[in-house]
């Protein structure tokens, strides 16, 4: 079977470049440059790197004391979203641990006696060491009760039993309410609770 | 697709041409002639052959064709409220007729999947959306909803409806095992259908006009019928729920496993909806010859037997003394316990008649053949009240199994639970015992020296024991009851087995070893093949060659079965 | 079984003008996220504050207390050492030197030689971290100071300790003496060739004649050189080869042909400067290289021999296996002749290094740069200071010179990258030898023609031609072909 075969010629160099002192000096004057900016410009500590002024180059977030801003759409830790009244809007339809891929969400479901909602939740775990951080769970909740939009990542602990997160302390953050939630969470679209 | 008689079968005409028999494409070829009681038809293009007088959802269930429906069930009458089984035929282009209602006749042609029907049942979907509250997220049936997935498959547009939804009443406790939910209900009457024609108990109805209407027990009474949980199953919505199944699990978390009721006599098959080792419902499965599609109360609840108050673990001892022990320690101070009665007279076995077939077997040879006994006493739980359709009143799964055993083994069997007065050893296959249970425990605590019990929940009996071992329920293996009229059930293993638990005959193995014996059993089937070598009725059968369905036994029918019970096809 | 949710309604009973998005949330009723994105600024860089200044001080103040030390033994440890033998009533020739002797011992060992290895291995961190834009470590403190990172030098501590506390894996099926033996062989070397180098001239301080160096006015300084360094490839090819290990006999191989191939130009390229100062003596040299040239330019050899300095240079960064020309080592190939050594074992082999470049870069200065000498004004010092505290200022200056020839060496480290074993072969015995040669040559000529004269001439000449050819101004400019990539201009000659 022919071989192709590609001929590679060694590049006629004459002394100047074989010498190569030209480049030699270049290269270090470069290094050098860098060197002295970084040396003794004043470092622009703006957490936006690429905003950074000034002659210092160094692109480094020194992490625990300068800390960039995440972005809006950042997945944080979850939260389990209280309605106005302050219970969760958690109705323990199962969505989120159905569709959770890594199975870190536990859910034991309960009836409220006198509310307009039978269905809420008497356990909801959140197990972060295995959670992905998917946000498949938020996107699956039909009731908006779970949101990442904390701003936090899980915390580190130092046993694994700390990383699993209850409903007391998942329930947190601002309450939220939507039109639709006359019919969920009780009340009637004319305003009166609903009969029982 | 399985598309049954197509050998015979023409090319299928499309619609448009099929009111013309005589048209190019279906002109090569003629449909033969259907056998007797048999009518041609066409659906959709597919031949089928059907009996005469189904109407248009069987016919077209044959060649695997969905018309949908909500209010049609083959066990009931039909009512014709939900509108969602509208289709076409050649007798009437342009018009729909209900699926449910129309029967059969030779050469009819059947289209459902026209636009005019399409029209329909997405009308018709959007019309039972009109009031419903659409809180999937909350709802038990999701997942096993009929309007949900119709909603996906006929209707799928958003609601253009933008005015109040009617309130109706929810939560509104039925009965016992019911609740119901009026915002739900899309008003198909099954429920008041079934209370009426199946179950003889009319307890509930539809009351109120136009979209107020809603179902109702009658006044002053409740759904307390010991057939109210089929309401639920055979509710198309969530609108009845069952209030045991309520809230503890998402269906679509269930396997659904085959099984054998042993809440009476009656072997009733049912799906046990099962997650990991927990069981968190019964569903009637479908056997014509012993229950229909239906499934009593008692026993759709009875699986909690397997899931409450279990003997967990080995008990040595009663009282003060108990100590819990391993498997292995179990059985050797049992068999310690046991070893210098063998042969005694005042040493009595019972065995319960909740056993499955192999365990009563194994039970009997080790009496027989390690204990040297030549008697066997039969225990159990008490008789209860009973009817003319499914429930018996023999609470026993499997009373006719254990004198089929026996009778092969050549034991004596006394149907008495209680061993004569100077049998001071006492050991028991199952903890079952009829009576004032606490007061016998107190009596056998203190006349018995030895008491073994294989017990599978903690009674007074269990209490009263020397010897504890935990049993394995009929869920936890694999064996075959024997019903009232001798059907022989089979039933795999559902779930694994819970806590330190094991059958019966895995318990005579280990006690069998340790006293010496010469009775090893590996597993089910190979106690089932102990016994049919010996039982003149089994005949050589294996457990594994045994149908889902069962087998009926020779020569143990009752002279008269009770008026309405489903029985062998072919038995007056 | 479908597990699938449909939700018709709940989209019906949004007001009208909300979509389908209000199912979820993400335009109506939504806060803006809160989380701690602004923390609070870090301390981190903050102003110095009391405490840290006093660290400052007190860092300042070992060196300080260091140079006390050094005086103070080399004055009263003169008379400890002479009254200590007068008690014995031993007669001693030169008694008095003995003191100085050991004090500069300890002081050149300890105090430069050491400390600034030392210093050099932060120094590379954090010099090659603002090299390549980073911060470079920081993170180690001062016990008490916190909030100051002291420009990583916390981080020499953490690295001695985590060295001394570390495991010392020794491997079974190798040569065990030879193992031990080789890192102090490696590093003895490295350490007493600075003994040559003198750190000051001859001063005189309260009554006692002094110097700062171990033996700068042996006869045979340059030889002792050319001796002592070439036992330093015994450490490095006895430890890769007393390993066991095939990476490690392979850095040995490696160190062996390249210390010994360069030892040959190293040597070569300073015969030229003993041709112009006709002498061995390192403190001969360092005499000669003052006053000025042309009555301007610093009397260094750096304007006799530019051509050696560039070879000097190479063959230096060669000798001490530094990159580029750190083949023995490749740390990202054969992890090289060490790679069994852990411990102190690989600490000493490590600092040793550093050491390496501390005494080459002050081999420089001596030879090329003036050693101590100020390059201007060192006359009308003399005058106005005195020569006692003109030899302090010189000290200093040495340091200075030392430390800047160190960064350079670090820079062309953290530059070039890493030449291949053909290269490096072709660019010692091809290039560095014969031009070495040819200086001596051409040196010797000139010196017999002009003298000191006609050799500053020539070495002004050459520096400006190789300045000119740095620059570019001189040279053969072939049109476009430098552009091209090997592969390219190949390509384009096969098909053109």
Redesign the interface.
């Known amino acids: 079977m022919p071989i192709d075969t590609v001929?590679?010629?060694?590049?006629d160099y004459?002394p100047?470049?074989?010498?190569y002192?030209?480049e030699?000096?270049r290269?270090?004057l470069?290094?050098?440059r860098?060197?002295f900016r970084?040396?003794f410009g004043e470092?622009d500590?703006n957490s936006e790197v690429g905003e950074r002024q000034g002659a210092n180059?160094?692109?480094?977030v020194?992490y625990p004391?300068?800390?960039r801003?995440?972005p809006?759409g950042?997945r944080?830790m979850h939260r389990l979203v209280p309605r106005e009244d302050g219970k969760p809007r958690c109705?323990?339809?199962?969505?989120c641990a159905?569709v959770c891929p890594a199975q870190c969400i536990y859910i034991e479901?309960?009836?409220y006696d006198q509310e307009?909602?039978?269905?809420y939740p008497t356990r909801f775990e959140i197990d972060e060491l295995r959670c992905i951080v998917c946000g498949f769970c938020?996107?699956a909740?039909?009731?908006?009760a779970i949101r990442m939009?904390?701003?936090?990542h899980s915390p580190a602990v130092l046993s694994r039993p700390l990383a699993t997160f209850d409903k007391e302390a998942l329930l947190k953050?601002?309450a939220?309410?939507?039109?639709?939630d006359a019919?969920?969470y009780g009340k009637?679209?004319?305003g009166e609770p609903?009969?029982? | 697709m399985a598309e049954p008689n197509t050998a015979t079968a023409s090319p299928a005409p499309p619609p448009s041409t099929a009111a013309a028999p005589a048209g190019p494409s279906t002109s090569a070829t003629t449909i033969a002639p259907a056998p007797e009681g048999f009518v041609n038809v066409v659906v959709d293009g597919k031949h089928a052959v059907v009996p005469q007088g189904v109407n248009l959802i069987e016919a077209a269930r044959q060649v695997n064709v969905a018309i949908p429906y909500f209010c049609y069930h083959p066990k009931l009458s039909i009512a014709g409220q939900c509108r969602m089984c509208l289709v076409e035929t050649s007798d009437a282009r342009g018009r729909l007729v209900a699926g449910c209602q129309i029967r059969v006749k030779e050469g009819l042609q059947i289209f459902t999947k026209t636009d005019l029907v399409k029209d329909a049942q997405r009308a018709s979907e959007e019309f039972h959306l009109v009031n419903h509250p659409v809180d999937c997220a909350i709802c038990d049936q999701s997942g096993e909803c009929k309007l949900q997935d119709y909603y996906v498959g006929y209707d799928a547009k958003p609601s253009r409806i933008a005015t109040y939804k009617v309130n109706k009443p929810k939560r509104k406790i039925f009965g016992p095992l019911v609740v119901y939910d009026g915002e739900r209900c899309i008003l198909c009457t099954r429920c008041v259908r079934f209370m009426n024609e199946i179950a003889k108990e009319p307890q509930i109805a539809m009351v109120g006009r136009g979209d107020h209407s809603e179902i109702d027990t009658v006044p002053g009474g409740q759904l307390d019928s010991k057939y109210s949980g089929n309401t639920v199953d055979i509710c198309p919505v969530g609108a009845l729920l069952n209030r045991d199944f309520r809230f503890t699990s998402r269906v679509w978390y269930l396997e659904n496993e085959r099984t054998v009721c042993d809440a009476c006599a009656n072997g009733c098959n049912v799906g046990a909806d099962v997650r990991a080792d927990e069981v968190y419902r019964y569903l009637p499965k479908r056997n014509e010859e012993v229950n229909d599609v239906w499934l009593c109360d008692d026993g759709r609840v009875s699986y909690h037997r397997a899931m409450d108050g279990r003997v967990e673990t080995a008990r040595i001892g009663r009282g003060d003394a108990a100590r819990f022990l391993s498997d292995e320690a179990a059985v050797q101070s049992t068999a310690e316990a046991l070893k210098p009665l063998v042969g005694s007279s005042e040493l009595a076995v019972l065995i319960s008649k909740t056993l499955t077939t192999e365990e009563m077997l194994a039970a009997a040879v080790f009496a027989r053949d390690v204990l040297g006994q030549k008697r066997i006493y039969s225990t159990g739980r008490p008789p209860g009240s009973g009817d003319d359709f499914l429930i018996r009143t023999d609470k026993n799964p499997n009373a006719p199994g254990l004198d089929l055993v026996a009778k092969a083994l050549g034991l004596e069997l006394i149907d008495a639970d209680d061993p004569k007065n100077h049998a001071q050893h006492l050991v028991m296959f199952g903890a079952e015992m009829t009576g004032d249970l606490s007061a016998r425990g107190q009596a056998m605590a203190q006349a018995l020296k030895t008491l073994v019990v294989l017990g599978v929940q903690h009674t007074p009996i269990t209490e009263a024991a020397t010897h504890l071992l935990p049993l394995s329920t009929h869920l936890e293996q694999e064996g075959t009851f024997l019903n009232y009229y001798g059907r022989l059930q089979r039933f795999r293993q559902a779930i694994p087995q819970r806590f330190d638990s094991m059958p019966a005959w895995a318990w005579v193995t280990r006690l069998s070893k340790a006293l010496g014996g010469q009775w090893l059993f590996e597993s089910a089937a190979e106690a089932f093949g102990v016994l049919a070598a010996k039982s003149a009725p089994l005949g050589g059968k294996s457990l594994e060659a045994l149908p889902d369905t069962g087998v009926v036994l020779e020569g143990l029918a009752p002279a008269e079965y009770p008026a309405r019970a489903p029985r062998p096809a072919g038995t007056k | 079984m479908s597990s699938t949710m449909s939700h018709p309604q709940n989209q019906a009973m949004e007001p009208v003008g909300i979509g389908a998005g209000a199912l979820t949330g993400h335009d109506v009723h939504r806060e803006a996220p809160k989380g701690p994105q602004g923390l609070p600024p870090s301390n981190f860089y903050a102003p110095f504050r009391p405490k840290e200044i006093a660290g400052a001080v007190a860092l300042i103040g070992y060196l300080v207390v260091l140079c006390a030390v050094w005086a103070a033994m080399m004055i009263f440890g003169d008379w400890a050492i002479v009254g200590l033998f007068r008690v014995l009533g031993a007669s001693l020739p030169a008694a008095e030197l003995w003191g100085n002797a050991i004090a500069n011992i300890l002081f050149v060992v300890l105090a430069f030689v050491m400390l600034l290895a030392t210093l050099l291995t932060m120094g590379e961190r954090k010099w090659s971290a603002f090299i390549q834009d980073r911060i470079g470590p920081n993170r180690a403190r001062l016990p008490g100071l916190k909030n100051h990172a002291f420009w990583g030098i916390p981080h020499i501590l953490a690295d001695v300790g985590k060295m001394m506390t570390k495991e010392e894996v020794v491997p079974a099926m190798g040569n065990q003496t030879l193992f031990h033996l080789a890192p102090a062989i490696a590093f003895a070397p490295a350490v007493i060739l600075f003994a040559v180098i003198p750190l000051s001239p001859d001063f005189t301080l309260w009554g006692e004649h002094l110097h700062i160096g171990v033996a700068p006015h042996l006869n045979q300084g340059l030889l002792y050189i050319f001796a002592i360094a070439s036992i330093g490839v015994l450490g490095t090819s006895l430890g890769g080869w007393a390993s066991n290990n095939k990476y490690g006999l392979l850095g040995a191989m490696r160190a062996s042909a390249q210390m010994i191939s360069y030892e040959v130009t190293l040597g070569l390229t300073l015969v030229g400067l003993m041709l112009i100062f006709g002498t061995l003596r390192l403190d001969s040299m360092m005499s000669q290289q003052t006053g000025h040239l042309f009555g301007f330019l610093p009397n260094w050899g750096v304007f006799y021999q530019p051509l050696a300095i560039v070879a000097y240079f190479a063959a230096a960064s060669a000798e001490i296996k530094r990159a580029p020309f750190d083949l023995p080592e490749g740390d990202s190939e054969i992890v090289g002749y060490f790679i069994e050594y852990s411990g102190l074992k690989f600490g000493i082999y490590m600092i040793g290094e550093f050491v390496e470049v501390v005494v080459f870069a002050g081999l420089f200065t001596t030879l090329f740069f003036g050693g101590y000498h100020l390059p201007w004004g060192e006359g009308w010092l003399a005058g106005h200071l005195g020569p006692t505290w003109l030899a302090g200022l010189q000290v200093l200056t040495f340091l200075a010179k030392t430390v800047f020839f160190c960064w350079l060496s670090l820079a062309v480290r953290w530059t070039y990258p890493r030449f291949r074993y053909d290269q490096v072969m072709n660019l010692g015995w091809k290039l560095l030898l014969p031009a070495s040669i040819a200086n001596v040559a051409l040196t010797g000529v000139v010196i017999l023609a002009g003298g000191m004269h006609g050799a500053a001439i020539m070495g002004i000449v050459e520096l400006v031609i190789l300045l000119a050819w740095v620059v570019g101004a001189v040279g053969v400019r072939r049109s476009g072909k430098e552009t091209l990539l090997p592969t390219e201009s190949a390509a384009a000659s096969e098909h053109g």
Do not use: Q, W
Request: aromatic letters at 6%; proline letters at 7%; glycine letters at 10%.
């Open positions: 001929t590679i010629r060694e590049p004459g100047r470049e074989r010498l002192l030209r030699l000096v290269g270090l470069i290094t050098s860098h060197f970084n040396l470092r500590l180059l160094i692109a480094t020194s004391e300068e800390r801003a995440y809006p950042y944080g109705v323990a339809c199962y969505m159905t479901a309960g009836e307009g909602i039978e269905k938020v996107e909740c039909p009731k908006d939009d904390t701003g936090t953050g601002p939220v309410s939507h039109p639709t019919i969920t009637s679209r004319r609903l009969k029982h």
